[in-house]
């Protein structure tokens, strides 16, 4: 008790303070995003929840990396650990859906696949027949 009381009294800079938020931050979307790949119902529920909350957690506490130490070194690792998140987070889901979507996997409850305009067919079976017949 005796140490959070001395946390709370301590005077912080406002720089360390941004820090701390951006690191509580991100622990709370990396919680969010946890909490969803084990409660939501099927691969792209889980898929949605984790790619989106787990990349904005972990750019979040790179970010808190680059406030503490600044544009030299470590902050500079942890600007392009950012930058790297959001050019590969968005691919890597992406590929796991399209997967998930080749293999077959279904949706929870009724939900489809939407119709193409042109035809009756669902885009699924479309994009499925068009790449085995290459």
Known sequence: MHT??????STHSP???FVM??????????????LGLLRLPDVYNRLHATSKSTTLGAA???FSGFLHYGFQGMGLTS????????????????MISRA??????????????P???????????DAISDETEV
């Open 4 to 9: 959070l009381s001395v946390a709370l009294n």
């Open 15 to 17: 720089r360390s303070m």
């Open 21 to 34: 938020f951006f690191i509580i931050l991100g622990c709370f979307f990396l919680t969010v995003g946890t």
């Open 60 to 62: 979040s506490i790179f």
């Open 79 to 94: 600007l392009v650990g950012v930058l790297f998140l959001f050019l590969t987070a968005p691919t890597g889901g992406h």
């Open 100 to 113: 998930a979507q080749k293999m077959g996997v279904e949706f929870f409850g009724d939900v489809t696949w």
């Open 115 to 125: 119709i193409h305009p042109d035809s009756q067919t669902h885009l699924n079976e």
